[in-house]
């Protein structure tokens, strides 16, 4: 039986996010599907959520879907943990090892390394995917540039969307 490549994996993956955008009714059912498949096929994804941002009031990362265990950070201020980091940046934050990052929010015990990527609508940045793995430094290039390409078809979606509205 022949065996698959990091590579072929992770195109195969990407290939199917393609499928679910295309066909998703919308943005809800999109990550709902991005979040199922990325926790069920990449081994150390353990934890893969959506966090949109809400703005009335004082901006705030508020979760939506996601699949792994509870976390206690359902609602995140943009000036708090590496999720707020990434949203108020607007650039991708890899960290290899949470325990040498001070902006890490605890979570988990067994969360080793993070990644999390914002997702614009507009230009601008409407919420982030989060991922979390028990594996230190498991998010390579190629693993930043499926996650990154995940989140740009939510924000496509969610554009969409508005668009659809007005």
Not at 8 to 13: A, P, R, S, V
Not at 36 to 51: D, I, S
Not at 96 to 117: F, G
Request: contains cysteine.
């Amino acid at each position: 039986m022949p065996t698959v490549t990091k590579t072929q994996k992770l195109t195969e993956i990407r290939e199917e996010a393609r499928r679910l955008s295309q066909q998703s009714g919308s943005a809800d059912q999109l990550m709902e599907g991005i979040v199922t498949l990325l926790n069920a096929k990449m081994l150390k994804y353990n934890w893969v959520g959506f966090y949109l941002l809400e703005s009335t009031g004082e901006p705030m990362l508020v979760l939506g879907h996601y699949r792994g265990a509870m976390t206690p950070h359902t609602r995140i201020p943009l000036n708090q943990g590496i999720c707020g980091a990434a949203a108020s940046t607007g650039k991708t934050v890899v960290v290899d090892d949470v325990k040498n990052d001070s902006r890490y929010l605890a979570c988990s015990l067994e969360t080793k390394s993070e990644i999390v990527v914002p997702i614009f609508v507009n230009g601008k940045v409407a919420g982030e995917l989060d991922i979390d793995s028990h594996f230190s430094a498991a998010f390579t290039p190629e693993d930043r540039e499926l996650v990154e390409y995940c989140a740009k078809l939510v924000g496509a979606k969610l554009e969409s969307a508005r668009l659809d509205r007005k």
